[in-house]
């Protein structure tokens, strides 16, 4: 049946607005996807549902499902299962037509546009929309690494790690020592740190572990919504976390896994029952390694479309890039995604485009219905993606506000899982 | 009956092709297609809709704490959509989302939430 799109598409060509010659002359032009998350599922879906079949889209990823970060914290403090943050890509393909091709992106050979997967075999593109999301340094705290993340975990990719966390934190006895130590900026997820925290204290409290204790090791002066995580920790888990600055602290001298213990310039830990490293990050390493990414170690963009500095036919999404003043958060990636797709649906159909506006709002729990929210408005400018407006949640509102706050956090969840993969 | 309305409900009955012909000919005529034309430019707003609908679901479906937004008579929607913009209601995310629209991009999304149906809920 057609649809109204198709109308304003057929009396748009008729007076020749949107003509639509195509950038290859035989065949459809390609896009491919690297990535499932909230970047890339929602770029392969804009673009293939956009283009209503004159692009043809590969998502390379190579799982069947996708468990958000977004949310993790919920399934650590026992508000949501692991499967409620779960979800499968098969609409991708029955809803849009998207290829999913179940296999790791290995490498961007860009002088032939071409995508080498791991089996070997390349895909060619016309565009490609590169959303690895990030990389981990494994090298940036001594004594931790690859190989310490079992007993040690990070549990910032979600996924077995984010359940590892969860049965270590159910293992804590009262009285334990559980230590976080937070990254470095730039890394995704500015409150999820804090946020982890909240969920931790929440379960130790529910379960009468109330003299457990965490500390947070963080080696920034301040982070986000700081205010508001203190007050709440004061507020629902007092004496159970204390966050401890670089001039307090003096530096994170080593972990050692062996005898769980965590030394700073000030401090020993020892005996820890939990360590959560959650170290430096990067961009994505497939986009590092194709020379997208600059000495920060995250590729810069065009404010206007999200495409690569480095190479026009390349455009970069969500945690890998450089978004200016856009936090690293599922939810910016999923704006930048439509303002990237909206573009390359433009230059390969000549389609109609509009002028790019991004958003973000993250919510955290704190605690059962106490949810606070920071957000704001985001446009381009030449020189990088600028707030044009922001908000954060108050320090005194009211318990019934902050409820209501917390059903905003879950219909939210629902609906970008629902923009994403349906 | 608007045009839009007319089209979609004829949209089946007489093809693409003939709906643009139609098209072409109210444009040609524009007295005829000033009266009948819809108030906002849905295709924009169907860009637009794209920072709506990462809370709000495309589907129209309810869930907690988010409202839907799908067939809303457009009178209705761009009254509600002006109260945030001038901050009269409450709701800092929707605040903030409305503070930049202008009136057409306001009509614009009210035509193209009007024009949705409300689709069941994916399981």
């Known amino acids: 049946m057609i649809n109204r799109r198709q109308i304003l598409a057929g009396a748009a060509a008729l007076t020749g607005t949107l003509a639509a010659p195509m950038v290859r002359a035989q065949g459809k032009p390609r896009v491919v996807v690297v990535g499932g998350g909230a970047g890339g599922a929602t770029a392969a879906k804009y673009i293939a549902k956009d283009s209503q079949g004159a692009i043809k889209v590969t998502l390379v990823e190579p799982k069947d499902t996708f468990t958000t970060c977004f949310h993790s914290n919920l399934y650590l403090g026992g508000f949501k299962s692991f499967d409620e943050i779960t979800h499968r890509y098969d609409k991708l393909a029955s809803a849009y037509g998207i290829r999913h091709v179940r296999q790791w992106a290995t490498a961007v050979d860009r002088s032939k546009r071409e995508i080498v997967l791991a089996d070997g075999s390349r895909l060619g593109y016309d565009r490609l929309v590169l959303a690895p999301g990030i990389d981990l340094k494994y090298d940036s705290v001594p004594g931790w690494g690859k190989d310490a993340e079992e007993v040690m975990p990070h549990a910032w990719l979600a996924g077995p790690q984010t359940q590892l966390l969860r049965r270590q934190l159910d293992a804590v006895k009262d009285g334990g020592v559980i230590v ?243 | 009956m608007s045009e839009r309305r007319f089209l979609s409900r004829h949209a089946r009955a007489i093809g693409l092709s003939g709906i643009a012909a139609l098209l072409a000919l109210a444009s040609m005529a524009p007295a005829w297609g000033e009266k009948h034309r819809p108030r906002g430019d849905a295709a924009f707003g169907e860009y637009l809709s794209s920072l709506c609908v990462t809370c709000h679901q495309a589907s129209g479906q309810a869930t907690a704490g988010i409202p839907p937004i799908v067939a809303w008579p457009e009178d209705q929607f761009i009254a509600v959509m002006h109260s945030y913009r001038d901050k009269q209601r409450e709701n800092i995310v929707m605040q903030n989302i409305a503070a930049p629209l202008s009136d057409e991009e306001i009509a614009a999304l009210a035509a193209y939430f009007g024009g949705l149906a409300i689709r069941p809920k994916i399981q």
């Open chain 1, 180 to 422: 976080m130590i937070a990254p470095p900026n730039p890394f995704r997820c500015p409150p999820g740190p804090y946020e982890r925290v909240s969920m931790m204290a929440h379960q130790l409290k529910a379960s009468g572990r109330t003299r457990a204790k965490i500390f947070v090791l963080d080696p920034k002066e301040s982070f986000s919504k700081q205010g508001l995580f203190q007050q709440g920790w004061e507020r629902h888990y007092p004496g159970m976390v204390e966050w401890i600055g670089p001039k307090v602290h003096d530096g994170i001298k080593s972990v050692d896994p062996k005898t769980m213990t965590v030394t700073t310039g000030f401090e020993t830990y020892r005996d820890c029952a939990l360590v959560n490293v959650i170290p430096a990050q990067s961009a994505g390493r497939i986009a590092r390694d194709a020379g997208l990414a600059n000495a920060s170690g995250y590729c810069p963009i065009d404010p206007e479309s999200m495409k690569s500095t480095l190479d026009p036919a390349i455009f970069i999404i969500g945690d890998a890039s450089i978004a200016g003043d856009m936090p690293k958060s599922g939810f910016s990636a999923n704006s930048q995604a439509k303002v990237a797709a909206m573009a390359i649906r433009g230059e390969l159909t000549n389609s109609r485009t509009f002028p790019a506006r991004y958003a973000n709002t993250c919510w955290s729990l704190i605690a059962p219905d106490d949810t606070v929210k920071v957000g704001g408005r985001y446009e381009p400018k030449p020189d990088k993606i600028t707030a044009a407006e922001t908000f954060i949640s108050k320090t005194d509102e009211t318990a019934e506000y902050r409820r209501q706050v917390q059903q905003e956090n879950i219909g939210w969840y629902a609906g970008i899982v629902a923009d994403m993969f349906t």
